[in-house]
């Protein structure tokens, strides 16, 4: 099996390792380091669950070979917490009931945490574009755009305050 | 869900990139934004034995304009064809369609390159390319040759790329003051590929149309160039009766098959209706562009 050596880094750490050419992100994500963050969903591209943020970008780990992620950035949802500490993001879902069976909140709070940084004050509207790329099958989604809306005032208020 | 086994390249030049496309032929596939190839990777519908990744290749990205022309780096994403303001001022029919491309993580992979060469029917920006009149740079070892988008699609997934071709830019001519343009999409939810879809673009001068184009997405084999409709609303006022007439050639000219998006009778219906969509949003924005 042809392999290929790759370092990238990893919710801050520093990450070696072996991956074959063929081995999908997402898997080499759970399967091989143990970070189950991000989920398998509908393993087409389509749900949103696999979501990650590589170098900047928020990008759907099922798509994208492990190879390609050498050398990058990568931020899952365990990167997200400071400490004991929740990311705004994390509170406005826990707040916010943004969440009911919680299989895509990994996906949603990694993809609302590139939005914010792109857009620190969304619309409504724009959260809601901004997540077309993941599926809830159980909220109907307005709790989720109210948790992001909790986070982008809670960030901004807490800027405003500095 | 695994692909198949291949050997991963990575080169840096376009030469590079060439030359192992004469070494591979059809075992070599280039990989840009990933998002059509990977998914039937998966499926094993696609398996092949070297794997060409474009992506480290900076020349390939980047949008300019020059002599009239506005010039796009295959590989550049959806995502950045949206924020380009090159693009946003001068020929908004391009974000304005790559904002209707699946969706956020998808575009930041997904490159306009990608989209119109693969072929597939679905792909929104080929119709685009049709109305906008663009042109695509091919090259391959033994040099380059520019081919009118109108002159590039044959068949579904079948197109006048060479095995050992690849596509490097897409020349667009800057459209003229006085010209208006519009993408028009219906599609199931966000995200999904179009029911039916309109690209239009038209001139006025003193009133008159001057010059149009009309094309179609996803209701035949490849996107549609529908030169009765243009010739619809050319010499007019593009009144409501000129406009009507235009949908009614759009019709005409379309071939939709019934699938999981609609029968025949809705699609076409659909085609007229994004027709005159498109035609009346574009005339909207003529003064303006």
Known sequence: MPSKKISLTINGEAVEADVEARMLLIHFLREQLNITGPHIGCETSHCGACTVDLDGKSVKACTIFAVQADGGELLTVEGLANGAELHPLQEGFFQCHGLQCSFCTPGMLTRAYRLLQDNPNPSDEEIRMGLSGNLCRCTGYQNIVKAVRYAADKINQAEGAN | ?289
């Open chain 2, 1 to 289: 869900m695994t692909p198949g086994v291949f050997e991963y390249h990575r080169p840096n030049k376009v030469e590079d990139v060439l030359a192992l496309l004469a070494e591979f032929g059809d075992d070599g596939k280039v990989l840009a934004g990933g998002h059509s190839l990977v998914p039937m990777m998966k499926l094993r519908l696609a398996e092949p034995a070297h794997i060409i990744d474009i992506n480290a290749i900076a020349s390939l990205r980047g949008i300019r304009e020059e002599e009239g022309m506005i010039v796009i780096g295959a590989a550049t994403t959806q995502a950045e064809i949206m924020g380009s303001d090159l693009l946003n001022e001068k020929c908004r029919i391009l974000p304005d369609a790559a904002a209707l491309i699946a969706d956020p993580q998808v575009r930041n992979c997904g490159t306009i390159g990608g989209n119109c060469a693969n072929g597939d029917p679905g792909n929104d920006d080929p119709a685009i390319m049709l109305a906008l009149n663009a042109s695509y740079t091919l090259q391959n070892q033994a040099g380059q040759r520019q081919i009118a988008a109108r002159e590039f699609y044959e068949a579904v997934y079948t197109t006048a790329l060479a095995e050992d071709e690849l596509l490097t830019e897409i020349h667009v001519p800057a459209p003229a003051k006085g010209t208006g343009m519009s993408y028009q999409k219906i599609k199931r939810k966000v995200g999904d590929y179009a029911i039916a879809a309109a690209a239009v673009t038209l001139s006025m001068s003193a009133g008159q149309c001057t010059d149009a184009a009309v094309a179609l997405t996803n209701v035949g084999d490849t996107a549609l160039l529908s030169l009765e409709a243009a010739e619809a609303i050319k010499g007019s006022a593009v009144d409501a009766r000129a406009i009507d007439r235009a949908a009614d050639a759009a019709m005409a000219d379309c071939e939709p098959v019934e699938d999981m998006r609609g029968t025949v009778e809705y699609r076409t219906a659909m085609v007229g209706e994004m027709t005159r969509r498109a035609i009346a949003e574009a005339l909207s924005r003529v003064a303006g562009s």
